[in-house]
């Protein structure tokens, strides 16, 4: 597809360094992966970085478009004022030093328009919020794309920002991408051999996410493990550190019958996306290991009952998406009441999930 049609294109010819900036969760960072491939396969002479958060820093390390990647450290804020602004104009000179030609800011972050007019970029792209971003947010980019009304998933959304400049993205370049260290392979392959756990012999669960009120209910998921037990399928649970994601798994295996391989706040960022790799299936609600249980191309069954599974259902892979039939679904609210519960999850059946993972097992 040509970009002549729109009248603003850029001039693809003129990119030397782009800056793609995305300062917001796990999820959402891996989520723009396909933003970087679709740049530098239309772009191929450009070099192409990354500015997110530190924390999201391992959905974009190794990947094969990205040269560099600068990060902000959340912790900033807790320093006092002359240090906080020291760690800032670091992190400024090594952006401008740079001499980016294009900016594509993909949150609606405030720091992305002032950060845009200070690095002065020949062009700049963000998402129009006509009702919530005023003169400066307007004036700060060349380039302001709308979305429309009804839901579209958040990976198309990205790519609008590159379809507003006049870079089209075809159907095979918008895959997740995720590189997956040597060394968290080689990790994982030897915790697998000491659980005696074989590749594509097993059901990945992961219970939980940092929200507990997107999660399902404890006793569902006791039965749902003891059920696939009883099939014969070996289940690995895993969860993040935290403590209230570890006590909810807790809460699970604690009354099971039989033993899970129980790797819950063991496994790091990328070690999980080479646990889940393996996998015969990944089970679990929306949170950004099943997003990256979908860049790694295994199997998924994830239940959504708040958030919207039009905009963050799975990506480009096999999968079951499990809903109510609420009519307030999805509300955005941290359960109904805001009272950390919501309905519209706790009450998918079991007999459901079995089903879906059936369906994807005999696939």
Known sequence: MVGAMLKDAVDLSTLHRVLVVKLRHLGDVLLTSPVFTVLK??????EIDALVYRDTEPMLSGHPAISSIFTVDREWKKDDWTTRMAH?????????ARHYDLIVHLTENPRGAVLTLL???????????????????????????QVPSK?????ETHLDALRRLGIYPELDERQLV??????AETSVRALMARQGIV???????????????KCWEVDKYVALIQTLQEMGERVVVTTAPAEHELQFAASITSQLKRPVVDLCGKLNLKQLAALTRQAKCFVGVDSVPMH???AMQTPVVVLFGPSGDLEWGPWKVKSRVLT????????????CGNGKVSECLTTIPVDDVLRAINELIRQ
Request: glycine share 4%; charged share 20%; net charge positive.
């Open 119 to 145: 690095l002065g970029a020949h062009h700049s792209v963000a998402r129009d919020y006509p009702s919530k971003r005023g003169r400066l947010w307007r004036n700060s980019f060349t380039h302001l794309y």
């Open 292 to 294: 990256i249980a979908c």
């Open 88 to 96: 800032e104009w670091r992190l400024f000179r090594s952006l401008r």
């Open 151 to 155: 839901p579209r998933h958040t990976v």
């Open 178 to 183: 995720l590189n997956v260290s040597d060394e």
């Open 199 to 213: 590749t594509k012999q097993f059901i990945h669960i992961h219970p939980t996410s940092r929200w507990l009120f």
């Open 324 to 335: 109510s039939n609420h009519s307030c679904r999805p509300c955005g609210q941290d359960g």
């Open 41 to 46: 396969n239309h772009v191929p002479h450009a």
